[in-house]
């Protein structure tokens, strides 16, 4: 099991670019979660999808962040255009629905810097 | 709504010392609670977890008591190694949810 696979591991984009971030999640895992860390926020929820679907982008800080699955194997978080305060950590994490919580596998991060 | 606090870091400890590190939510309902630790360039890895007060979740020598009447979670470990710093994140899950509220981590270093 290879876990939770994000790309790129560092980005670093000028003030108006688009940033793509991209992860794997684990093979059967069916919640996927995008988180944001920063030292004055600590950890975001995003947004997290089941099979693929959204269930709640109430996290995403504006309109210019975006969030796909097209399959269950694959995500992606958009972010257009990006800005300095868009600084951050990226994590995406994935899960079985088993109901009984089921711990969250997190990939290692993404470090976005945007100057 | 949900939420957790955590002290707030960082922690320096010797080798061997004895850790504690404290947490408290806010929740409605019977959270389920767990610890989280993240080594320097790694995402989030599950350390335990407990799903019911009273539960004591235990791992790497690491332990926590859910503890409903206080709402707490504290994180302890008797002797700490060098190999044990990182950043501790406390969270929760509300019941039937699978949706995680973090506390802001507390980093700590063991120096030898």
């Known amino acids: 099991d290879a876990g939770v696979i994000q790309s790129p591991r560092h980005e670093v984009t000028e003030m108006g670019q688009e940033v793509t971030l991209r992860c794997k999640p684990i093979?059967?895992?069916?919640?996927l979660f995008w988180y944001r860390q920063t030292m004055m926020r600590g950890l975001e929820l995003l947004i997290y999808?089941?099979?693929?679907?959204?269930?709640?982008d109430s996290g995403m800080p504006e309109d210019r962040f975006s969030a796909k699955m097209p399959n269950a194997s694959f995500s992606t978080l958009k972010i257009q255009p990006s800005e300095p305060r868009d600084s951050a950590v990226y994590f995406c994490?994935?899960?079985?629905?088993?109901?009984?919580?089921?711990?969250?596998?997190f990939g290692n991060g993404t470090r976005l810097t945007v100057t | 709504g949900d939420s957790v606090t955590q002290m707030e870091g960082p922690v320096t400890l010797s080798e061997e010392a004895f850790l504690t590190i404290n947490c408290t939510y806010t929740a409605t309902g019977y959270p389920s609670l767990f610890w989280y630790v993240q080594y320097p360039g790694e995402g989030l890895q599950l350390l335990l977890k407990a799903t019911k007060a009273d539960d004591k979740g235990s791992n790497k020598g690491f332990e926590a008591t859910y503890r409903k009447e206080t709402t707490s979670f504290h994180l302890e470990k008797g002797s700490v190694q060098v190999s044990d710093s990182a950043v501790y994140f406390c969270a929760l899950s509300g019941a039937g949810s699978y949706q995680l509220t973090f506390g802001k981590g507390t980093k700590l270093s063991v120096i030898p």
């Open positions: 994490a994935s899960s079985f629905s088993t109901g009984d919580n089921s711990p969250l596998h």
């Open positions: 093979s059967g895992h069916d919640y």
């Open positions: 999808f089941n099979n693929n679907v959204p269930i709640d």
